[in-house]
């Protein structure tokens, strides 16, 4: 247990420096949960980078990264222009606090069962066995039908918990997944801020959603990667309203955790930040130093599957797949995905996707911050077509796909759609950003 209580401290130490480094760290208790979700988001991509060159995933690695975080972080915020508001810690803190600690206590006894077991806790074992990533995991034919190809986000901080623990930890993960879900609503309504709190509602709905507590429970990836997903979105929406390129890091990183979480979470991390750039496209440089990061750390991960002949049953053949005659001769799988995705999203989502979209109407109709609601639904609208895309075009049978799947895959477009709205409720509340271009200020009451 002292091992495990000491990961999570260098995840807050270096996730704290990040956040200074950003200009986004404000007080100190009401930084925790960020500073801990920071952590964990900018350690674990540089892990998998080196696993991928070969580098053991052992304690003197981990020890290294962490230095190298801590170095880079004191060197910008050295450079860094601006500081940032002092905040007092609220209610707020205690309650997400009880959350996260209800809720990692309640999972941590959970047997690993189903998708864990086959897929993210036996990757988790390997490398806690290995240290290194091994082939035969992968290339296992028995594994063909649990996505080989599938990143390592998860499983590095399984590993990681097995590595300061001093062995597997196997039912801790579900707690681990509990924790990390809470710390990324509470670094959203942390980075949202404001002394006007209307946009806790969605944030809460999320929070408390049977489906959200299903699959944590559970052990799958959908929700951590598609909160990730929602949280880089959110960061690149307040960015385009208060202008400080801190934003735009953090939301680079965010997206970058979330498209090594899972194989649509990187489709859905490659359309946010498409559809951002688009929506900004003026600041050029800043989204190129972006887009290099993105490359750098989601690129390697598809060359060493690909070197290794790995590829997912459930992909479609991507030249087949583009084909317009292929895809209106699907006409009637195409028609039987929306069907599935609309019940699915009245079913679990019902709440979100009306309060999504009255705020929409809302901002369109009170030219407030059209620009930015624009943002969120063509965004959104595009993930839930790429969905709907793989689907129709994937050579396994939808008759087995969509009641083992679809209830979790519709996740990756509504929790970010959860984001959205807090964000919009926000804006529609009466608050006017000041925008700031330094990279330090976040002073934006």
């Given at each position: 247990m002292l091992g495990l209580i000491g990961l999570h401290i260098v995840f807050v130490l270096c996730g704290a420096a990040v956040l200074r480094a950003l200009g986004l760290l404000r007080g100190r208790l009401l930084a925790l949960g960020p500073a801990l979700l920071t952590g964990v988001m900018v350690l674990c991509p540089p892990l998998i980078l080196l696993l991928i060159l070969g580098v053991g995933l052992r304690a003197p690695t981990v020890i290294a990264v962490v230095v190298v975080v801590l170095?880079?972080?004191?060197?910008?915020?050295?450079?860094?222009?601006?500081?940032?508001?002092?905040a007092r810690p609220n209610w707020g803190v205690l309650l997400i606090g009880l959350y996260a600690a209800l809720g990692a206590y309640s999972l941590a006894r959970l047997p690993t069962i189903e998708d864990d077991a086959r897929i993210w806790s036996l990757r988790g074992l390997a490398l806690s066995y290995h240290h290194v990533l091994a082939p035969q995991i992968f290339q296992n034919p028995y594994e063909s039908g649990t996505h080989?190809?599938?990143?390592?986000?998860?499983?590095v901080i399984e590993a990681l918990n097995a590595i300061a623990a001093g062995a597997p930890q196997l039912r801790f993960y579900h707690a681990e997944l509990w924790i990390l879900f809470a710390a990324i609503i509470w670094t959203a309504a942390y980075l949202l801020g404001g002394?006007?709190?209307?946009?806790?509602?969605?944030l809460v709905l999320l929070a408390v959603s049977p489906a959200v507590a299903q699959n944590l429970i559970s052990g799958y990836a959908d929700v951590l990667g598609a909160a990730l997903m929602g949280l880089g979105c959110l960061a690149l929406g307040l960015w385009q309203t208060r202008?400080?390129?801190?934003?735009?890091?953090?939301?680079?990183?965010?997206?970058?955790?979330?498209?090594?979480?899972?194989?649509?979470?990187?489709?859905?991390?490659?359309i946010i930040f498409v559809v951002?750039?688009?929506?900004?496209h003026r600041r050029w440089r800043?989204?190129?130093?972006?887009?290099?990061?993105?490359?750098?750390?989601?690129?390697?991960?598809?060359?060493?599957?690909?070197?290794?002949?790995?590829?997912?049953?459930?992909?479609?053949?991507?030249?087949?797949?583009?084909?317009?005659s292929y895809l209106i001769s699907?006409?009637?799988?195409?028609?039987?995905?929306?069907?599935?995705?609309?019940?699915?999203?009245?079913?679990?989502?019902?709440?979100?996707?009306?309060?999504?979209?009255?705020?929409?109407?809302?901002?369109?109709v009170t030219r407030t911050a059209r620009r930015i609601a624009a943002f969120y639904l063509i965004?959104?609208?595009?993930?839930?077509?790429?969905?709907?895309?793989?689907?129709?075009?994937?050579?396994?049978?939808?008759?087995?796909?969509?009641p083992t799947s679809m209830f979790r895959t519709v996740d990756d477009f509504m929790i970010p759609a959860a984001f959205a709205s807090a964000h919009l409720l926000w804006l529609l509340s009466g608050y006017k950003p000041r925008p700031s271009v330094t990279l330090g200020s976040c002073q934006d009451r």
């Open positions: 170095v880079l972080a004191e060197l910008v915020a050295r450079r860094r222009r601006g500081v940032a508001a002092p080989p190809v599938y990143p390592l986000f998860g499983p002394r006007q709190r209307p946009w806790v509602a969605p202008g400080s390129a801190g934003y735009l890091a953090f939301g680079t990183v965010a997206l970058i955790a979330a498209a090594n979480t899972k194989d649509e979470d990187l489709l859905g991390a490659i951002a750039v688009a929506a900004n800043e989204w190129v130093a972006a887009g290099v990061a993105l490359a750098v750390f989601i690129a390697p991960w598809r060359l060493w599957t690909a070197a290794h002949h790995l590829s997912d049953s459930v992909q479609p053949k991507l030249g087949q797949a583009l084909s317009p699907r006409h009637h799988e195409v028609h039987w995905v929306l069907e599935w995705v609309g019940a699915k999203v009245v079913e679990e989502w019902s709440w979100i996707a009306v309060t999504f979209l009255v705020l929409f109407v809302l901002c369109m965004a959104l609208g595009l993930i839930a077509l790429m969905l709907t895309w793989l689907y129709a075009t994937t050579p396994m049978s939808l008759a087995f796909l969509f």
